[in-house]
């Protein structure tokens, strides 16, 4: 995938108070924690991909599991693929597990001017 056609920013132990939280105050930010070769994180990206392609004011990141844990365990995750979004630097909800394009939507259009 070339950088400008890129939807879900990567993040790590040492970006992750610049990408959450300084950068992106007043901003809703969605964060996936995976990790490669699991199917449900596959299957979970391509999901929120089609979230960041419809919402660009939604700022999505993910955080792979594999080789950062400091905010996996701040967060308290216990299985990836987690699903979590920040609503200035707070966490106002997590989702474990892979779910359908409805239920994200759902969920997001809570904290959306617009309805989903």
Same mark, same amino acid.
């Given at each position: 995938?070339?950088?400008?056609? %890129? ?5 790590? +132990?040492?970006?992750?108070?610049? @990408?959450?939280? +300084? @950068?992106? &105050?007043? &901003? ?6 995976? *990790?490669?070769? #699991? #199917?449900?994180?596959?299957? $979970?990206?391509?999901? #929120?991909?089609?979230?960041? +392609? ?9 955080? +792979?599991?594999?080789?950062e844990?400091?905010?996996?365990? /701040? ?7 987690? %699903? ?5 630097g /707070? ?8 779910q359908? %394009? &409805?239920? #994200?939507?759902? $969920?997001? *259009? ?5 309805? &989903?």
């Amino acid at each position: 995938m070339s950088e400008e056609l %890129l939807l879900i920013s990567p993040t790590t +132990d040492l970006t992750w108070q610049k @990408d959450i939280v +300084d @950068d992106n &105050a007043g &901003a809703m930010v969605l964060v996936l924690f995976e *990790a490669d070769d #699991i #199917i449900p994180c596959e299957q $979970l990206r391509t999901v #929120i991909e089609k979230v960041a +392609d419809k919402h660009p004011e939604v700022h999505v990141f993910s955080y +792979d599991v594999n080789a950062e844990n400091a905010y996996a365990k /701040t967060h308290d995750v216990k299985g990836v693929p987690t %699903l979590m979004l920040f609503v200035n630097g /707070t966490r106002v909800w997590s989702l474990p597990g892979h779910q359908p %394009l &409805a239920t #994200i939507e759902r $969920l997001l *259009a809570k904290h959306l001017e617009v309805p &989903a």
